[in-house]
Each structure stands twice: as C-alpha cells, then as structure tokens.
DNA sequence: GACCAGGCACATC
DNA sequence: GATGTGCATGGT
C-alpha cells in the first residue's frame, strides 16, 4: 500500500500527463480572479464569464468604481452567475473589507502573514473557507491547498480520507503530504477540478477512461 | 423537465 | 453538532 503523499503524487503526475498544465486562474488581475471566486460560488463558470463581461463592459473590473455602484445595479449585472442579489451583496460585502484593510490596493493585502489573512477573510459574510482559500491561492499567491467538492469525493473514493471529513482535514492531508509550493497547489487543484469537467461529465468520454478512476 | 454547476449563511431540532 | 433550506441562472 503506498503511502499517502504517494498516492497524491501519483494522481498530480497521471493528471499532468493527461491534461498539461492550466495556467489558472482565469483572469487578469487580482480583483478579477477574487470576483471570479466569488461569483463561481455552487456556479458553472461560463455562467460567471458573462457576468466578467458584462462588468468589463461597464468599465467595473476595479474595486474603487465597483463599490460606488447601488447595490441593485451591481446586481442586475453579474445576474447570469446566478444567486444574483446575494452575490452583489457578497461581492459589496468584500468590497468593504477591502476598503478597510488597504484602500483597495491587493499588493498591500499580500504583505500580510497568511493565516492571519485567512481568518480576516473567513469573516467577511459571503466568504466561506474554499473561496477564502482560491483568493489566497490563485489571487495573492499564498501557498493554500483549495478544497473542493470534487477534491473531496477523490480523496474519498480513494481512501484517502474517512467520509465524513471536513474541509481542513482534507486540507491539510494535501498541505501535510506535500511540498509547500504555490505552483504545485494552483496546478493541483486547476487539474482535479478540469478532470471533473473533462472526463467525468456524461456528454465526454466515460468515467472509466478517467485517469483517476474511480473519480466520480 | 429534471439535474447539475469550482458555496455559504442561517434556521431548526 | 448535525441536518435542511434558500439563493437563481444557463447548459445538458
């Protein structure tokens, strides 16, 4: 039986072999990867690229513009990511803690030590652990493990970890197991979540041709 | 027409 | 502490 780290190293390697690299997370800036993060909260994301558009459109991809918009406008228009008015207050409800902590400037946020910006982060009403997680990771460049519905049934199908393990058990078997590399992380959790979509969905190739089988 | 998608907060027991 | 529910759009 092969020892977890192991097991994690081989399921990034035949991920890696079968997809390539990600190069995630999509988007340009900073505020736009932790708008992303935000709106892709239980939300397919091609449903969250019109929402970008329409806030590009609108000349509001900036945190400043973004949070002298009314709330009602704001959210009529991320309304194609779904669960439009709780995000806008969400993603105003972010925008306020920006304001606070750094005058809407992100490299100052990056200075600071990361499980004290985690648990800054974890308070904001909107902001729960994966999504707290992808800002540091993919955002701020933080070396956090991202877990995620699919990271969990992996590790659970595998073995890895019992049923009923929570969010920072799964977290930490990756943190535990693994070098401490923000590419290695970002890499890890852009494959798993590409593979879900790539080979697990009934209209690709079935699930068994999955290179981590069983997967889903 | 049912089911799903890169969650989260809150009510209730 | 566990379990259930509301939030909402667009693709398959």
């Known amino acids: 039986m092969p020892s977890r780290r192991v097991q994690l190293l081989n399921f990034y390697d035949a991920l890696m072999t079968a997809l390539g ?7 340009e800036t900073p505020f ?22 329409n806030l590009k459109a609108a000349g509001l991809m900036d945190p400043a513009a973004l949070y002298a918009v009314p709330e009602a406008h704001l959210a009529e228009l991320i309304r194609p990511a779904g669960y439009y008015r709780l995000k806008a207050a969400r993603l105003r409800n972010f925008l306020r803690f920006l ?11 990056a200075e600071r030590e990361t499980s004290d910006l985690r648990e800054a982060l974890l308070a904001v009403k909107g902001v729960g652990q994966e999504t707290a997680d992808s800002i540091l990771l993919y955002a701020l460049n933080k070396p956090v493990f991202v877990v995620d519905a699919y990271t969990r049934r992996l590790c659970n199908r595998h073995g890895l970890v019992a049923e009923e393990a929570d ?9 535990d197991c693994l070098e401490e590399d923000v590419n290695l992380f970002n890499e890890y ?11 697990c969905r009934k209209t690709r190739p079935r699930c068994s041709e999955c290179p981590l089988e069983p997967f889903l």
């Open 32 to 53: 736009e990867v932790t708008v992303g993060a935000i709106l892709t909260q239980n939300t397919n994301w091609t449903n969250v690229e019109r929402a970008i558009v």
């Open 99 to 109: 304001r606070r902590e750094c005058g809407f400037d992100f490299s100052a946020l």
């Open 167 to 175: 969010y920072r058990e799964v977290q930490e078997l990756f943190m």
């Open 189 to 199: 959790h852009a494959l798993i979540v590409r593979t879900a979509k790539e080979w």
């Open 21 to 27: 690299p990600s190069h995630w997370w999509p988007g």
